[in-house]
């Protein structure tokens, strides 16, 4: 069903039916009304090319378009951050350039979202090159050190010697004591928490990945901008994108979904590698802080470079997905499933936690028993002399 040829003044050019007018199809909604009139002016006198574009009222093409619209109830936002507006570039901007309707705004948004993406994942790599670089394999070298002096001077047949370790300067016995891999219980309780949170990041990429591959595909002969229609009677979306055509669906996977896995997944083992090779407890909390604000950056980037509106129109605009079957029994059986499905990612994280811990290759063959054992007398004389609520501790001034 053809849209009417209109002069494009905004910089959101979703499609949304012309109201009161079922059979002419779908218009630009974020026009001017001077300009949603002289749209319909010209609708009578729409050229063949128009016809051919979008579909004739009556093909079988649209009405498979027509259902997917009406079945299209399921909304959920686009993250709006940089992949969000790469996401935003493919199925709004792309179909314009492709018919050369692209306005201005359009382009220039087009062009700033690449190079911002472009910087982001540039940002993004040389972090994971220098994060293993410059922070874990340093930081694997100096634990090794550590733990190779104390081998040395501190066993006696491959046994701690208590007496042996009580000799060792105190420094060493500070660093041998304060290794993460010392700490089993509570590095593991810092771990679990790194895991966990690039856990959510796989899961949110995942469910986002689903949604869209699962989208029908945008009928043949279609024009590409229909991919996202206007919500007109819902003030949460602004846009929803109620299909895609295969094309669309290639360029998210190759430059989002897939990019996205490798990142978390890579950043994931560096992390927890950097995090056991920690040699003192309160570097242990810091660096697990400081991975937590590399895994925001893509946040960060878009919200300060970012035009307040764009981040307006990025979170206006929301992912379609077709109505399920509402049965009661099919409901209960989602449900339970959901939560298999949790149980599941929670049994996994810990498991990963321990394996990250029995094969960990910071250490290898660390004697955490012995270890620990040592440092349990030498921990229990490192508190404050003077403790909360006594008064005679110092001469009064």
Same mark, same amino acid.
């Given at each position: 069903?053809?849209?009417?040829?209109?002069?494009? $003044?905004?910089?959101?050019?979703?499609?949304?039916?012309?109201?009161?007018?079922?059979?002419?199809? &779908?218009? &630009?909604?974020?026009?001017? %009304?001077?300009?949603?009139? $002289?749209?319909?002016?010209? &609708?009578?006198?729409?050229?063949?090319?128009?016809?051919?574009? +979008?579909?004739?009222?009556?093909?079988?093409?649209?009405?498979? &378009?027509?259902?997917?619209?009406?079945? @299209?109830?399921?909304?959920?936002?686009?993250? @709006?951050?940089?992949?969000?507006?790469?996401?935003?570039?493919?199925?709004?901007? =792309?179909?314009?350039? %492709?018919?050369?309707?692209?306005?201005?705004?359009?382009?220039?948004?087009?062009?700033?979202?690449?190079?911002?993406?472009?910087?982001?994942?540039?940002?993004?790599?040389?972090?994971?090159?220098?994060?293993?670089?410059? +922070?874990?394999?340093?930081?694997?070298?100096?634990?090794?050190?550590?733990?190779?002096?104390?081998?040395?001077?501190?066993?006696?047949?491959?046994?701690?010697?208590?007496?042996?370790?009580?000799?060792?300067?105190?420094?060493?016995?500070?660093?041998?004591?304060?290794?993460?891999?010392?700490?089993?219980?509570?590095?593991?309780?810092?771990?679990?928490?790194?895991?966990?949170? #690039?856990?959510?990041?796989?899961?949110?990429?995942?469910?986002?990945?689903?949604?869209?591959?699962?989208?029908?595909?945008?009928?043949?002969? *279609?024009?590409?901008?229909?991919?996202?229609?206007?919500?007109?009677?819902?003030?949460?979306?602004?846009?929803?994108?109620?299909?895609? #055509?295969?094309?669309?669906?290639?360029?998210?996977?190759? =430059?989002?979904?897939?990019? %996205?896995?490798?990142?978390?997944?890579? !950043?994931?083992?560096?992390?927890?590698?950097?995090?056991?090779?920690?040699?003192?407890?309160?570097?242990?909390? !810091?660096?697990?802080?400081?991975?937590?604000?590399?895994?925001?950056?893509? /946040? *960060?980037?878009?919200?300060?470079?970012?035009?307040?509106?764009?981040?307006?129109?990025?979170?206006? +605009?929301?992912?379609?997905?077709?109505?399920?079957?509402?049965?009661?029994?099919?409901? /209960?059986?989602?449900?339970?499933?959901?939560?298999?499905?949790?149980?599941?990612?929670?049994?996994?994280?810990?498991?990963?936690?321990?394996?990250?811990?029995?094969?960990?290759?910071?250490?290898?063959?660390?004697?955490?028993?012995?270890?620990?054992?040592?440092?349990? /007398?030498?921990?229990?004389?490192?508190?404050?002399?003077?403790?909360?609520?006594?008064?005679?501790?110092?001469? /009064?001034?």
């Amino acid at each position: 069903m053809p849209r009417p040829v209109m002069p494009v $003044a905004s910089s959101r050019e979703f499609v949304r039916e012309v109201p009161g007018e079922t059979d002419r199809g &779908y218009a &630009y909604t974020s026009l001017p %009304k001077e300009s949603q009139r $002289a749209g319909e002016e010209l &609708y009578s006198q729409r050229t063949e090319e128009d016809e051919e574009g +979008l579909g004739s009222a009556n093909s079988p093409a649209m009405a498979e &378009y027509n259902e997917i619209v009406k079945n @299209a109830t399921v909304c959920d936002d686009i993250a @709006a951050d940089c992949w969000g507006a790469l996401f935003y570039v493919v199925v709004n901007d =792309f179909p314009d350039i %492709k018919h050369g309707r692209i306005s201005g705004s359009g382009k220039f948004r087009f062009v700033f979202s690449i190079v911002v993406f472009t910087i982001n994942l540039f940002i993004q790599a040389m972090l994971l090159w220098f994060i293993g670089k410059l +922070l874990m394999l340093p930081g694997m070298l100096s634990a090794q050190d550590v733990y190779k002096y104390f081998t040395e001077e501190a066993f006696t047949d491959q046994v701690v010697d208590h007496h042996r370790f009580e000799h060792l300067p105190i420094r060493y016995k500070d660093k041998v004591c304060g290794l993460a891999l010392s700490q089993a219980v509570f590095a593991r309780v810092v771990i679990f928490l790194w895991i966990a949170t #690039n856990v959510l990041e796989l899961k949110s990429n995942h469910y986002k990945m689903s949604q869209t591959l699962n989208l029908p595909t945008l009928p043949e002969g *279609l024009d590409l901008r229909l991919m996202v229609k206007d919500c007109a009677d819902s003030d949460e979306h602004g846009g929803r994108v109620v299909c895609l #055509n295969p094309g669309s669906k290639e360029l998210l996977m190759a =430059f989002i979904f897939i990019p %996205k896995f490798v990142i978390c997944l890579f !950043l994931t083992t560096t992390g927890c590698l950097w995090l056991l090779s920690t040699e003192s407890i309160g570097d242990l909390i !810091l660096n697990s802080l400081a991975l937590a604000f590399v895994v925001q950056v893509d /946040e *960060l980037i878009a919200q300060v470079f970012f035009p307040v509106a764009y981040l307006e129109d990025l979170g206006r +605009l929301g992912i379609a997905s077709q109505r399920q079957d509402e049965d009661p029994e099919v409901v /209960e059986a989602k449900v339970i499933k959901s939560f298999c499905w949790s149980a599941c990612t929670l049994v996994l994280t810990a498991s990963i936690v321990e394996l990250a811990f029995r094969f960990q290759p910071v250490l290898p063959n660390f004697n955490g028993d012995q270890v620990s054992a040592a440092c349990l /007398e030498y921990i229990k004389t490192k508190v404050p002399w003077c403790m909360p609520g006594r008064s005679d501790c110092f001469p /009064e001034s």
